[in-house]
């Protein structure tokens, strides 16, 4: 039995966390819930890293961005986004 791999409708943002990793967003899955930006690190910090995007998510409501100067890419909002919608892929 094979699976078909799906694919999302989403961006990408290239070079975060001092260029060695990739952000994906899929806002076919984000629906606009913020706990990515609340277990943020970086914005605990007072450092605005992820915020709302002028993309909208699920619902018609804001995706969410990283700022690509300030992301380490540590993978905390990929960790809590419920949704599986947020994917940091490292790079080599």
Do not use: F, H
């Not at 905390?76 to 080599?92: G, V």
């Amino acid at each position: 039995m094979s699976q078909e791999k799906k694919e999302y409708k989403g961006y990408k943002i290239e070079g975060v966390g001092k260029g060695k990793a990739d952000y994906y967003v899929y806002t076919d899955l984000c629906k606009g819930c913020g706990l990515c930006i609340a277990k943020c690190p970086m914005n605990k910090a007072g450092k605005k890293c992820l915020q709302w995007s002028k993309e909208v998510g699920l619902y018609q409501t804001p995706a969410v961005a990283p700022d690509p100067e300030i992301c380490i890419a540590c993978g905390a909002c990929a960790m809590t986004c419920p949704d599986s919608a947020i994917r940091i892929e490292k790079r080599q």
